[in-house]
Protein backbone atom coordinates (compact mmCIF):
# COMPACT_ATOMS: atom_id res chain seq x y z
CA UNK A 1 0.00 0.00 0.00
CA UNK A 2 0.84 3.61 -1.05
CA UNK A 3 2.15 5.40 2.31
CA UNK A 4 0.28 8.43 1.45
CA UNK A 5 -2.95 6.57 1.24
CA UNK A 6 -2.05 5.06 4.76
CA UNK A 7 -1.76 8.39 6.33
CA UNK A 8 -5.19 10.06 4.46
CA UNK A 9 -6.74 6.89 5.77
CA UNK A 10 -5.37 7.17 9.21
CA UNK A 11 -6.78 10.99 9.42
CA UNK A 12 -10.04 9.99 8.41
CA UNK A 13 -10.62 7.21 10.72
CA UNK A 14 -9.85 9.74 13.99
CA UNK A 15 -10.81 12.82 12.22
CA UNK A 16 -7.74 14.64 13.01
CA UNK A 17 -7.33 17.90 11.94
CA UNK A 18 -3.61 19.00 10.58
CA UNK A 19 -2.87 21.08 14.41
CA UNK A 20 -3.48 17.12 15.49
CA UNK A 21 -1.54 15.77 12.57
CA UNK A 22 1.58 18.35 13.39
CA UNK A 23 0.97 17.41 16.84
CA UNK A 24 1.13 13.73 16.38
CA UNK A 25 4.04 14.42 14.95
CA UNK A 26 5.57 16.53 17.52
CA UNK A 27 5.26 13.99 19.88
CA UNK A 28 7.52 11.44 17.99
CA UNK A 29 9.82 14.06 18.13
CA UNK A 30 9.62 15.38 14.69
CA UNK A 31 8.65 18.96 13.46
CA UNK A 32 6.46 18.98 10.23
CA UNK A 33 4.51 21.86 8.59
CA UNK A 34 0.86 22.53 7.80
CA UNK A 35 2.29 22.51 4.06
CA UNK A 36 4.02 19.33 4.36
CA UNK A 37 1.20 17.40 5.95
CA UNK A 38 -1.53 18.97 3.26
CA UNK A 39 1.07 18.10 0.34
CA UNK A 40 1.26 14.24 1.93
CA UNK A 41 -2.67 14.03 1.93
CA UNK A 42 -3.12 15.15 -1.48
CA UNK A 43 -4.40 12.32 -4.21
CA UNK A 44 -1.77 11.13 -6.11
CA UNK A 45 -2.81 12.71 -9.32
CA UNK A 46 -2.18 16.02 -7.66
CA UNK A 47 0.76 17.87 -8.99
CA UNK A 48 1.27 19.38 -5.42
CA UNK A 49 1.02 16.09 -4.03
CA UNK A 50 4.47 15.02 -2.01
CA UNK A 51 5.30 11.16 -1.39
CA UNK A 52 5.11 10.25 2.00
CA UNK A 53 8.45 7.89 2.72
CA UNK A 54 8.64 4.88 5.48
CA UNK A 55 10.47 6.61 7.67
CA UNK A 56 7.94 9.55 7.96
CA UNK A 57 5.05 7.27 8.54
CA UNK A 58 7.34 5.46 11.18
CA UNK A 59 7.35 8.90 12.94
CA UNK A 60 3.77 9.17 12.33
CA UNK A 61 2.84 5.73 13.57
CA UNK A 62 4.93 6.00 16.91
CA UNK A 63 3.92 9.77 17.57
CA UNK A 64 0.36 8.10 17.50
CA UNK A 65 1.41 5.75 20.17
CA UNK A 66 2.82 8.61 22.12
CA UNK A 67 -0.80 9.95 21.58
CA UNK A 68 -3.07 7.27 22.17
CA UNK A 69 -1.00 5.46 24.80
CA UNK A 70 1.40 7.87 26.51
CA UNK A 71 5.47 8.42 26.34
CA UNK A 72 7.23 5.46 27.49
CA UNK A 73 10.40 6.30 30.06
CA UNK A 74 13.68 6.39 28.30
CA UNK A 75 14.68 7.22 25.00
CA UNK A 76 11.76 7.38 21.89
CA UNK A 77 12.25 4.04 20.02
CA UNK A 78 14.01 5.43 16.50
CA UNK A 79 11.82 5.64 13.44
CA UNK A 80 11.93 2.65 11.21
CA UNK A 81 13.93 3.52 7.66
CA UNK A 82 11.88 0.65 5.66
CA UNK A 83 8.29 -0.02 7.08
CA UNK A 84 6.11 -2.96 6.03
CA UNK A 85 2.52 -3.78 6.48
CA UNK A 86 2.95 -6.07 9.01
CA UNK A 87 5.01 -3.47 11.12
CA UNK A 88 2.37 -0.90 10.21
CA UNK A 89 -0.22 -3.03 11.16
CA UNK A 90 1.82 -3.88 14.76
CA UNK A 91 1.95 -0.11 15.36
CA UNK A 92 -1.95 0.70 15.21
CA UNK A 93 -2.27 -2.59 16.93
CA UNK A 94 -0.11 -1.13 19.72
CA UNK A 95 -1.34 2.54 19.75
CA UNK A 96 -4.98 1.34 20.45
CA UNK A 97 -4.44 -1.15 22.78
CA UNK A 98 -5.89 -3.89 20.88
CA UNK A 99 -6.04 -7.42 22.01
CA UNK A 100 -6.43 -10.04 19.20
CA UNK A 101 -9.92 -10.39 19.99
CA UNK A 102 -10.67 -6.63 19.35
CA UNK A 103 -8.38 -6.82 15.99
CA UNK A 104 -10.63 -10.03 14.76
CA UNK A 105 -13.49 -7.95 15.67
CA UNK A 106 -12.25 -4.92 13.73
CA UNK A 107 -11.62 -6.91 10.12
CA UNK A 108 -15.17 -9.32 10.89
CA UNK A 109 -17.03 -5.62 10.66
CA UNK A 110 -14.59 -5.12 7.28
CA UNK A 111 -15.87 -8.25 6.07
CA UNK A 112 -13.18 -10.49 7.03
CA UNK A 113 -13.10 -13.84 9.33
CA UNK A 114 -9.74 -14.93 10.68
CA UNK A 115 -8.34 -17.13 13.87
CA UNK A 116 -6.54 -15.92 16.47
CA UNK A 117 -3.34 -18.38 15.28
CA UNK A 118 -3.75 -16.74 11.94
CA UNK A 119 -3.56 -13.18 12.93
CA UNK A 120 -0.39 -13.89 15.28
CA UNK A 121 1.31 -14.96 12.51
CA UNK A 122 1.14 -11.20 11.37
CA UNK A 123 3.19 -10.35 14.32
CA UNK A 124 5.91 -12.70 14.38
CA UNK A 125 9.38 -11.66 12.96
CA UNK A 126 10.30 -12.26 9.05
CA UNK A 127 12.09 -15.38 9.38
CA UNK A 128 9.83 -17.14 12.06
CA UNK A 129 8.06 -20.66 10.65
CA UNK A 130 5.32 -19.52 10.93
CA UNK A 131 5.29 -15.66 10.21
CA UNK A 132 2.87 -14.62 7.40
CA UNK A 133 3.20 -10.94 5.20
CA UNK A 134 0.33 -8.78 5.81
CA UNK A 135 -0.59 -8.27 1.99
CA UNK A 136 -2.53 -4.89 1.11
CA UNK A 137 -5.79 -6.04 1.32
CA UNK A 138 -5.28 -7.31 4.45
CA UNK A 139 -3.96 -4.03 6.19
CA UNK A 140 -6.97 -2.08 3.58
CA UNK A 141 -9.30 -4.25 5.30
CA UNK A 142 -8.24 -3.76 8.97
CA UNK A 143 -8.27 0.20 8.04
CA UNK A 144 -11.74 0.18 6.80
CA UNK A 145 -12.77 -2.06 10.10
CA UNK A 146 -11.16 0.78 12.03
CA UNK A 147 -13.19 3.30 10.15
CA UNK A 148 -16.42 1.18 10.76
CA UNK A 149 -15.32 1.06 14.60
CA UNK A 150 -14.17 4.88 14.89
CA UNK A 151 -16.54 6.90 12.50
CA UNK A 152 -20.10 4.41 12.49
CA UNK A 153 -23.54 5.76 11.36
CA UNK A 154 -24.55 7.88 7.98
CA UNK A 155 -22.20 10.56 8.86
CA UNK A 156 -19.58 8.26 8.79
CA UNK A 157 -20.12 6.93 5.39
CA UNK A 158 -21.66 9.54 3.19
CA UNK A 159 -18.27 10.77 1.99
CA UNK A 160 -15.43 8.58 0.63
CA UNK A 161 -12.94 8.93 2.74
CA UNK A 162 -10.27 8.00 0.29
CA UNK A 163 -11.02 11.09 -1.96
CA UNK A 164 -10.74 13.64 0.63
CA UNK A 165 -8.34 16.73 0.27
CA UNK A 166 -6.73 18.33 2.96
CA UNK A 167 -8.36 21.75 1.78
CA UNK A 168 -11.72 20.04 3.42
CA UNK A 169 -9.74 20.03 6.55
CA UNK A 170 -8.23 22.84 8.75
Not at 30 to 44: G, N, Y
Not at 137 to 150: C, I, P, T, V
Not at 156 to 168: A, C, H, Q, V
Amino acid sequence: MNKNDILRRIRYVFDFSDSKMISIFSLAGHKVTRAQISDWLRKEDDPACQKCNDTQLAIFLNGLINDKRGKRDGPQPDPEKSLSNNAIFMKLKIALNLKADDVIKILSLAGVNISKHELSAFFRRPGHKHYRECKNQMLRNFLKGLQLKYRPGPEGMSEDPWSLTPSKRV
